[in-house]
Protein backbone atom coordinates (compact mmCIF):
# COMPACT_ATOMS: atom_id res chain seq x y z
CA UNK A 1 0.00 0.00 0.00
CA UNK A 2 2.80 2.39 1.24
CA UNK A 3 4.73 1.64 -1.67
CA UNK A 4 1.96 2.68 -4.33
CA UNK A 5 1.37 5.79 -2.77
CA UNK A 6 5.57 6.54 -2.79
CA UNK A 7 5.15 6.19 -6.69
CA UNK A 8 2.96 8.89 -6.58
CA UNK A 9 5.32 11.14 -5.24
CA UNK A 10 7.54 12.31 -8.44
CA UNK A 11 10.53 14.03 -7.33
CA UNK A 12 11.77 17.04 -8.71
CA UNK A 13 13.75 17.61 -11.33
CA UNK A 14 15.80 20.46 -13.45
CA UNK A 15 13.28 22.29 -15.40
CA UNK A 16 15.41 22.40 -17.80
CA UNK A 17 17.45 19.01 -18.35
CA UNK A 18 15.25 17.16 -16.31
CA UNK A 19 18.50 15.93 -13.69
CA UNK A 20 17.15 15.77 -10.24
CA UNK A 21 20.70 16.81 -9.06
CA UNK A 22 21.43 19.93 -6.96
CA UNK A 23 17.88 21.98 -7.63
CA UNK A 24 17.66 25.61 -7.20
CA UNK A 25 14.50 27.78 -8.21
CA UNK A 26 14.06 24.59 -10.03
CA UNK A 27 17.01 24.41 -12.41
CA UNK A 28 19.98 21.84 -11.96
CA UNK A 29 23.29 23.03 -11.18
CA UNK A 30 24.89 22.49 -14.33
CA UNK A 31 21.83 24.67 -16.06
CA UNK A 32 22.18 27.29 -13.05
CA UNK A 33 25.85 27.57 -14.60
CA UNK A 34 25.23 28.30 -17.88
CA UNK A 35 22.59 31.51 -16.67
CA UNK A 36 25.51 34.68 -16.06
CA UNK A 37 25.37 37.48 -14.46
CA UNK A 38 26.33 41.22 -15.68
CA UNK A 39 29.40 42.01 -15.67
CA UNK A 40 30.21 44.75 -13.33
CA UNK A 41 30.99 47.66 -13.05
CA UNK A 42 27.38 48.71 -14.15
CA UNK A 43 25.68 52.05 -14.86
CA UNK A 44 24.13 53.08 -11.30
CA UNK A 45 21.23 54.59 -13.31
CA UNK A 46 20.42 51.78 -16.51
CA UNK A 47 22.69 49.00 -15.11
CA UNK A 48 24.37 48.57 -18.28
CA UNK A 49 27.84 47.27 -17.95
CA UNK A 50 30.25 50.12 -18.47
CA UNK A 51 34.31 50.22 -18.12
CA UNK A 52 34.53 52.10 -14.75
CA UNK A 53 31.75 52.65 -12.05
CA UNK A 54 29.74 55.47 -12.13
CA UNK A 55 27.15 56.87 -14.64
CA UNK A 56 27.70 56.04 -18.51
CA UNK A 57 27.67 58.34 -21.34
CA UNK A 58 23.89 57.41 -22.41
CA UNK A 59 22.76 58.31 -19.01
CA UNK A 60 25.11 61.62 -18.82
CA UNK A 61 23.85 62.81 -22.19
CA UNK A 62 20.11 61.85 -21.63
CA UNK A 63 18.98 62.20 -17.99
CA UNK A 64 16.62 59.77 -17.93
CA UNK A 65 13.47 59.56 -16.03
CA UNK A 66 14.09 56.10 -14.01
CA UNK A 67 15.82 56.49 -11.23
CA UNK A 68 17.17 52.92 -11.92
CA UNK A 69 16.96 49.66 -13.67
CA UNK A 70 18.06 46.76 -11.99
CA UNK A 71 18.16 43.17 -14.01
CA UNK A 72 19.66 40.03 -13.14
CA UNK A 73 21.15 38.36 -15.48
CA UNK A 74 22.64 38.67 -19.13
CA UNK A 75 20.01 38.08 -21.95
CA UNK A 76 22.00 35.59 -23.74
CA UNK A 77 21.94 31.80 -24.12
CA UNK A 78 19.94 29.47 -21.78
CA UNK A 79 18.48 32.27 -20.23
CA UNK A 80 17.08 33.72 -23.69
CA UNK A 81 15.51 30.36 -24.59
CA UNK A 82 14.16 30.08 -21.36
CA UNK A 83 12.63 33.22 -21.93
CA UNK A 84 11.28 33.07 -25.27
CA UNK A 85 9.28 29.71 -23.95
CA UNK A 86 8.26 31.21 -21.10
CA UNK A 87 6.73 34.45 -23.34
CA UNK A 88 5.93 33.32 -26.68
CA UNK A 89 5.38 29.10 -26.31
CA UNK A 90 3.37 29.38 -23.20
CA UNK A 91 6.14 27.61 -20.79
CA UNK A 92 4.67 29.37 -17.39
CA UNK A 93 6.08 26.70 -15.16
CA UNK A 94 9.36 29.18 -15.51
CA UNK A 95 7.81 31.83 -13.63
CA UNK A 96 8.70 30.89 -9.70
CA UNK A 97 12.33 30.77 -11.33
CA UNK A 98 12.58 33.74 -13.13
CA UNK A 99 10.65 35.69 -9.62
CA UNK A 100 13.41 34.00 -7.92
CA UNK A 101 16.50 35.51 -9.87
CA UNK A 102 14.21 38.99 -9.71
CA UNK A 103 13.73 38.76 -6.18
CA UNK A 104 17.58 38.14 -5.32
CA UNK A 105 18.51 40.70 -6.79
CA UNK A 106 15.63 43.49 -5.55
CA UNK A 107 17.01 42.18 -1.92
CA UNK A 108 20.62 42.62 -2.66
CA UNK A 109 20.15 46.04 -3.47
CA UNK A 110 18.00 46.62 -1.15
CA UNK A 111 15.54 48.35 -3.03
CA UNK A 112 12.20 49.75 -1.22
CA UNK A 113 9.03 50.57 -2.57
CA UNK A 114 5.55 51.76 -2.10
CA UNK A 115 4.17 50.24 -5.27
CA UNK A 116 5.11 46.94 -6.92
CA UNK A 117 3.60 46.59 -10.32
CA UNK A 118 4.75 45.43 -14.17
CA UNK A 119 5.32 46.33 -17.83
CA UNK A 120 1.39 46.07 -19.01
CA UNK A 121 0.71 44.95 -22.42
CA UNK A 122 -2.02 46.08 -24.93
CA UNK A 123 -5.17 44.31 -24.59
CA UNK A 124 -5.14 43.09 -28.26
CA UNK A 125 -1.64 41.34 -26.99
CA UNK A 126 -3.13 40.50 -23.77
CA UNK A 127 -5.41 38.15 -25.57
CA UNK A 128 -3.22 36.74 -28.42
CA UNK A 129 -0.71 35.96 -26.32
CA UNK A 130 -3.41 34.84 -23.21
CA UNK A 131 -1.56 36.22 -20.20
CA UNK A 132 1.27 39.22 -19.54
CA UNK A 133 4.33 37.31 -18.84
CA UNK A 134 5.61 40.33 -16.68
CA UNK A 135 3.18 40.28 -14.62
CA UNK A 136 2.95 36.48 -13.73
CA UNK A 137 6.71 37.08 -12.48
CA UNK A 138 5.32 40.44 -10.39
CA UNK A 139 2.95 38.40 -8.83
CA UNK A 140 4.64 35.56 -8.09
CA UNK A 141 7.10 38.13 -5.98
CA UNK A 142 4.31 39.79 -4.50
CA UNK A 143 3.25 36.34 -2.71
CA UNK A 144 6.54 35.89 -1.32
CA UNK A 145 7.68 39.40 -0.32
CA UNK A 146 3.95 39.52 1.41
CA UNK A 147 2.63 42.96 -0.54
CA UNK A 148 -0.15 43.60 -2.93
CA UNK A 149 0.43 43.60 -6.86
CA UNK A 150 -1.28 46.85 -8.69
CA UNK A 151 -2.68 46.24 -11.83
CA UNK A 152 -3.84 49.49 -12.24
CA UNK A 153 -1.24 51.52 -12.29
CA UNK A 154 0.48 51.55 -15.85
CA UNK A 155 -1.79 50.80 -18.75
CA UNK A 156 -0.89 50.81 -22.43
CA UNK A 157 -3.42 52.67 -24.63
CA UNK A 158 -1.92 52.21 -27.97
CA UNK A 159 -0.60 48.77 -29.75
CA UNK A 160 2.53 49.13 -30.81
CA UNK A 161 4.94 47.32 -33.13
CA UNK A 162 7.35 44.97 -31.03
CA UNK A 163 10.28 46.71 -30.53
CA UNK A 164 12.57 43.62 -31.36
CA UNK A 165 14.76 45.15 -34.29
CA UNK A 166 14.31 48.83 -33.74
CA UNK A 167 17.33 50.78 -32.72
CA UNK A 168 17.09 53.29 -30.04
CA UNK A 169 15.46 56.61 -31.48
CA UNK A 170 12.89 54.19 -33.28
CA UNK A 171 12.33 52.54 -30.34
CA UNK A 172 11.35 55.89 -28.28
CA UNK A 173 9.51 57.01 -30.91
CA UNK A 174 7.80 53.78 -31.02
CA UNK A 175 6.35 53.89 -27.41
CA UNK A 176 5.87 57.20 -27.18
CA UNK A 177 2.78 58.73 -25.72
CA UNK A 178 1.43 54.57 -25.87
CA UNK A 179 1.38 54.49 -21.77
CA UNK A 180 -1.36 55.92 -19.09
CA UNK A 181 -0.37 55.81 -15.46
CA UNK A 182 -2.88 55.97 -12.30
CA UNK A 183 -2.25 58.74 -9.65
CA UNK A 184 1.09 57.85 -7.98
CA UNK A 185 1.58 60.84 -6.21
CA UNK A 186 4.95 60.92 -4.17
CA UNK A 187 4.90 57.22 -4.29
CA UNK A 188 8.27 55.17 -4.67
CA UNK A 189 7.37 52.53 -7.68
CA UNK A 190 8.90 49.30 -8.81
CA UNK A 191 7.99 48.03 -12.15
CA UNK A 192 8.79 44.86 -13.12
CA UNK A 193 9.88 43.83 -16.67
CA UNK A 194 11.38 40.85 -18.28
CA UNK A 195 13.71 41.48 -20.72
CA UNK A 196 15.28 45.22 -20.90
CA UNK A 197 17.37 45.86 -23.94
CA UNK A 198 18.16 49.67 -24.49
CA UNK A 199 16.07 51.07 -21.87
CA UNK A 200 13.88 53.32 -24.08
CA UNK A 201 10.04 51.62 -22.81
CA UNK A 202 11.80 51.91 -19.27
CA UNK A 203 12.04 55.68 -19.48
CA UNK A 204 8.81 55.87 -21.48
CA UNK A 205 6.92 54.57 -18.32
CA UNK A 206 8.89 56.09 -16.14
CA UNK A 207 8.42 59.35 -17.53
CA UNK A 208 4.81 59.11 -18.10
CA UNK A 209 5.16 57.62 -13.84
CA UNK A 210 7.22 60.81 -13.03
CA UNK A 211 4.13 63.13 -14.73
CA UNK A 212 1.77 61.43 -12.54
CA UNK A 213 3.78 62.31 -9.30
CA UNK A 214 6.00 59.41 -9.00
CA UNK A 215 8.80 60.40 -6.52
CA UNK A 216 10.86 57.62 -7.32
CA UNK A 217 11.20 54.47 -9.91
CA UNK A 218 13.06 51.69 -10.29
CA UNK A 219 12.72 48.76 -13.00
CA UNK A 220 13.65 45.29 -12.24
CA UNK A 221 13.80 43.43 -15.13
CA UNK A 222 14.88 39.16 -15.55
CA UNK A 223 17.80 39.82 -18.06
CA UNK A 224 19.14 42.49 -20.07
CA UNK A 225 20.67 42.84 -23.24
CA UNK A 226 24.47 43.16 -23.42
CA UNK A 227 25.97 44.01 -26.47
ZN1 LIG B 1 19.32 21.07 -15.70
ZN1 LIG C 1 23.47 54.38 -17.88
Not at 71 to 98: D, P, Q
Not at 195 to 201: A, C, I, N, S, Y
Not at 205 to 223: D, E, H, M, P, R
Amino acid sequence: MFGSIGDLIIPPRCLVCGSPQDLRYGLCGKCLSLIRSIPKPLCDLCGSPIGSPGICLTCQTHNPPFNRIISSVEYNGLIKEIIHAYKYRKATVFKKFLASLVLDSIYEEQVSFDILTFVPLHWTRMIQRGYNQSALITKEMAQRMRVQIRYDVIKKNMNTRAQVGLNRKDRRRNVRGSFTASNVHNKSVLVVDDVVTTGETASEIAQTLKNAGAKYVVFASVARAVS
